[in-house]
């Protein structure tokens, strides 16, 4: 859980030098550019679960300015708001821009997704909340694959639920309530170490193709 406390303390001295307002803005801000933006793909620590697990450690440390309740909502509606931008954005542009902005890494990445979404349709978008690239790339991929709207608005919302508001939750309950701080932290700390994990094997793999490329 190191990245956890790293990211808390950071968070933390962040809330303390620009204020509550900030802090909800760049937290939800961080969580649509890493959805709706591919900026997840690369540094999903970031922008994914240890953002959320630490934003949730932060609210229970700050309870009297930071309120679970705004922090959890807005990361919901940032993670649904950044899905519907790649739903909508594939579905208008189509899989040769897709193909045009992505490395050989990245369509490998881009074939794996479709696969697990033809496989698994309504819950692949649900699900793929939890894999770093399946979280950025499915949205594009039902887009693209002319999902149906409301099927996907669905599985969108109870995705971002699941994911955006959950985690948030789990890691406000990790800090907050003793009787449930060992299972928090496991559910928070898996969740972690596989976006670090995934988010470091993708940045080493783009690098060695560039290095080869050049």
Do not use: C
């Amino acid at each position: 859980m190191t990245i956890a406390a790293a990211f808390d303390v950071q968070l933390t001295d962040f809330l303390n030098h620009v204020g509550v307002i900030v802090f909800y803005l760049a937290v939800w801000g961080l969580v649509f550019a890493g959805t709706g933006l591919f900026v997840g793909v690369f540094i999903p620590f970031i922008t994914g679960d240890s953002l959320l697990f630490a934003a949730g450690l932060v609210s229970a440390a700050a309870s009297e300015r930071v309120s679970i309740f705004i922090l959890a909502l807005g990361v919901g509606i940032a993670a649904f708001m950044g899905d519907q931008l790649g739903f909508i954005l594939g579905r208008h542009l189509g899989r040769p821009y897709l193909d045009a902005k992505t490395g050989p890494r990245m369509k490998k990445m881009v074939m794996r997704t479709e696969t697990f979404y033809l496989k698994y349709g309504w819950w692949s978008v649900v699900v793929a909340r939890f894999i770093p690239w399946g979280r950025v790339f499915v949205p594009w991929i039902a887009g693209i694959g002319k999902m149906d709207y409301f099927k996907f608005l669905t599985s969108n919302l109870v995705g971002a639920l699941a994911w955006g508001v959950g985690l948030t939750v789990v890691g406000y309950f990790a800090a907050s309530i003793p009787q449930v701080k060992v299972a928090a932290y496991i559910i928070g700390g898996f969740f972690i170490v596989a976006s670090l994990f995934f988010g470091v094997r993708t940045w080493l793999a783009d690098r060695r193709e560039r290095k080869a490329s050049q």
